[in-house]
């Protein structure tokens, strides 16, 4: 069966602590390999899409990388502003997407 | 602007009592999809529509059904509503299955 799993749950940073978040995956046929930020009250974001192993895509603060069997959400230098949850999301061989419970990052001044 | 409109943003109603989400999006996009997002659970897609007239269900379709008569209105419709699908629901669309989704506002429902 498709799994999606994050973690942590929740990560609390001090302003500049650099951290990674982990979502991990098993699926049949990866089609792609997507990352969303969303604040309170708002519907996701989308940051990257990564759609094979090895591949790496930056963003300001962010980075995301890709593993067979995990990906990781990379926060440099952390600011206040990049409080948010992230969700990792997986599209497998049938176009079915499955999303992961998220991380909600807070990060302290 | 590019955008995904929902509307109502909140919703309170009675158990049975007939309700529409309404979703419209002025990207013309090909597919849309709702999910409902519940505390711990993540998103758990609806119904999605490849194109018009075409729907399908995703992994929670007890309940609710859906239309596409045109490309960018795709409402959620809840015939006879529940306490258990009282959720927050969000209307999503992309340019096509594997492509970046643009969400909306969302919907925060209570069915009492």
């Known amino acids: 069966e498709d799994q999606v799993t994050q973690s942590p749950e929740a990560l609390r940073l001090q302003e500049g602590e650099s951290s990674s978040l982990n979502c991990s995956y098993t699926?049949?046929?990866?089609?792609?390999l997507f990352w969303y930020r969303q604040d309170p009250g708002k519907g996701p974001e989308f940051l990257f899409t990564?759609?094979?192993?090895?591949e790496e895509k930056e963003k300001e603060r962010l980075k995301a990388t890709l593993t067979k069997k995990e990906s990781f959400l990379h926060i440099t230098a952390p600011k206040p502003e990049d409080s948010a949850t992230y969700l990792c999301?997986?599209?497998?061989?049938?176009?079915?997407?499955?999303w992961g419970a998220g991380t909600k990052l807070i990060i302290k001044p | 602007e590019a955008q995904v409109t929902q509307n109502p943003r909140y919703l309170i109603t009675v158990t049975g009592k007939k309700l529409t989400v309404t979703c419209s999006q002025n990207?013309?996009?090909?597919?849309m999809s709702w999910y409902r997002q519940d505390p711990g659970l993540g998103l758990r897609q609806i119904y999605y529509?490849?194109?018009?007239?075409?729907?399908d269900k995703g992994d929670v379709p007890e309940g609710y059904k859906v239309s596409r008569k045109e490309k960018r209105n795709f409402p959620l419709i809840l015939e006879s509503p529940s306490p258990n699908q009282t959720s927050l629901y969000f209307c999503?669309?992309?340019?096509?299955?594997?492509?970046?989704?643009?969400f909306g506002q969302g919907t925060r429902l209570t069915v009492v």
């Open positions: 999503a669309s992309s340019l096509d299955t594997d492509t970046e989704a643009f």
């Open positions: 990207m013309n996009h090909e597919y």
């Open positions: 529509s490849m194109n018009v007239e075409v729907t």
């Open positions: 699926v049949s046929g990866l089609r792609g």
């Open positions: 990564l759609y094979s192993a090895g």
């Open positions: 999301a997986v599209m497998d061989s049938n176009y079915q997407l499955i």
